[in-house]
């Protein structure tokens, strides 16, 4: 089962539309002001499941309105759900002047920015089969930049990593996490399971 891959530019981060055979996940969202963007690039997709990597504003604030406009349910880890159906406020945390910069502008978006609420309807989990949404690929845990961080795996070994790795000039662990070793972690993972170059959700 081909999946095809179409990045959705919605400003400084990116979604992902992956379409199969038996129909398409969306991968993140972007913020309210894509969200029409977004819509139309899904409307004729069969899009089956909205995917959310992690529960920050620039990947989810549209998830309560793409899942009512396309009918499909919406999915996050339970260590991330009650960002998502909660409002719930984590903060993040760099390493260095430009780690420290990045994440106190991470942090006044977590705290200002709201994410319209929604239960999310599948609980993201390692190894979870994509198939039943007509995509060859699966779910891998990939924590550290949030708790409940996923990526997703398709068949032909490209890795959609969300935050876990950041993509602007030579891919790099995250810029910000809430859990440092996590992220490390992570980005380790990351580089064993990539056959490719990973499409990160920032960047290119």
Not at 6 to 23: K, S
Not at 56 to 67: G, K, M, P, R, V
Not at 144 to 169: E, F, I, K, N, R
């Amino acid at each position: 089962m081909k999946t095809t891959v179409t990045v959705l530019r919605c400003g400084f981060a990116n979604a992902y539309l992956l379409r199969g055979q038996g129909g398409s996940v969306l991968v993140d969202t972007g913020t309210a002001r894509y969200r029409q963007l977004v819509l139309e690039a899904c409307r004729a997709a069969r899009v089956r499941l909205i995917l959310l990597t992690h529960g920050h504003c620039d990947h989810c604030q549209n998830a309560a309105f793409l899942s009512g406009e396309l009918g499909c349910p919406v999915g996050i880890s339970r260590e991330d759900a009650d960002l998502l159906a909660q409002g719930e406020r984590r903060r993040v945390y760099g390493r260095g002047l430009w780690g420290r910069l990045y994440a106190a502008a991470s942090n006044h978006t977590i705290q200002t920015q709201e994410i319209p609420p929604v239960h999310p309807h599948v609980f993201l989990a390692e190894g979870m089969d994509l198939a039943p949404y007509g995509v060859a690929g699966r779910v891998v845990a990939l924590p550290g930049h949030t708790a409940g961080s996923m990526g997703v795996l398709l068949a032909d070994g490209a890795l959609l990593a969300g935050d876990a790795a950041q993509g602007l000039g030579p891919v790099t662990g995250p810029w910000c996490w809430e859990d440092f070793t996590a992220a490390q972690a992570s980005m380790q993972r990351l580089k064993r399971l990539a056959k490719k170059r990973p499409r990160c959700g920032h960047g290119f």
